[in-house]
């Protein structure tokens, strides 16, 4: 790697409030375990812009690189490196030290958070961090596996057989993890119900409805009880599984549009804000009457990830639907506005 010298790298400013690109030098030799990647794209996250817009809960680094999501080719490995070789098409997983579903989740190591992210052309990290790519897929679909794929997985758990099956899903929202979610649906026939403020936005979304499963949408404007919606669509037996991004502002909803026994919410976002602290809904009885769970998603484990990858590339899944708008790198800060703006249905990506 005598060749490569420095990385063109977009970091958050001193003040934390905007982005700044930056040339960032390269180590000389890599230790005996670590591969080097070249970055070829990158899709963002809501989490990506609330880090420079306040509003993210959790501390990150200063003047780090942003981002979590990428595709990317190995280009050289270290002497010890046994998985992978030059030329493998390779993600690092959202949480690098986070290897397995049964370990517990060792503080550190989240991309684009409290660790340098991806928004980079060439990043290393340890071969234990990587995760293999489907070869079918595009620089541009690939690199919205990582984190909202990897969220909308771990929300179905399509590979527990032990739980009862799931037939409905509900998901708030037309972002990555929802468009996620209904892609992972249509192939494991579940029927994915999505909410939206926008008509157009759900008539194409329903386009995608498949010969066995169609995807029902639920305009939240004009039924702000889309729970009762949810209901209705189910022919009143409410829905198995809520993804539920938008936080504690719509957690009484999810609720109610569960199924009567056994559903689950999963809380994977923070879109709606956090509340004041003193205006909660009861969440207790419901929880208890219906039998029902609220579960954290903190994206998953590599394994996870991988398991994901698998899927995808066994079913020859298309994941261009995802994929809204495409900036080229020197327009990363422009890219982070758009996302902001609300304006788009799925991922917003970044190619180099």
Known sequence: MSFLTISRSFRRTKDGTSLEMSEDPLPKSLKPTEVLI?????????????????????????????????????????????TYVVGDYVCPAAHIYWLHPQQKLASGGATGGDVDGLLREYAIFDQEALTRLPAHLSYEAASTICCAGTTAWSCLDLNNDRRPKVETMLAEGTGGVSLWA??????????????SSSDEKLTKIKALSTEDTSVMGINYCKHPDWAKE??????????????????????????????????????????????????????????????????????????????????????????????????KFEESPAAFDYLFSANHVGKVVIKF
């Open 230 to 327: 949810a209901r209705k669509l189910t022919n009143g037996k409410g829905v198995d599984i809520v993804i539920n991004n938008v936080g504690v502002t719509t957690i009484e909803r999810s609720l109610n549009a569960l199924c009567d026994f056994g559903g689950a919410v999963m809380l994977v976002g923070f879109l709606g804000g956090f509340g004041d602290g003193k205006d909660h809904p009861d969440t207790v009885l419901p929880i208890l009457r219906k039998g029902a769970k609220i579960q954290g998603i903190t994206v998953g484990s590599r394994d996870d990830q991988q398991d994901l990858c698998d899927f995808i590339a066994e079913k020859k899944l298309s994941l261009d639907i995802l994929v809204d708008k495409v900036f």
């Open 38 to 82: 070249k970055i070829h794209a990158v899709s963002l996250n809501y989490r990506d812009v609330a880090m420079i817009k306040g509003l993210y809960p959790v501390k990150v680094i200063d003047q780090g690189v942003p981002c979590s999501d990428a595709a990317a080719t190995v280009i050289a490995v270290g002497s010890s490196v046994s």
């Open 182 to 195: 209904m892609i992972l649906c249509l192939a494991a026939g579940i029927t994915p119900v999505i909410t």
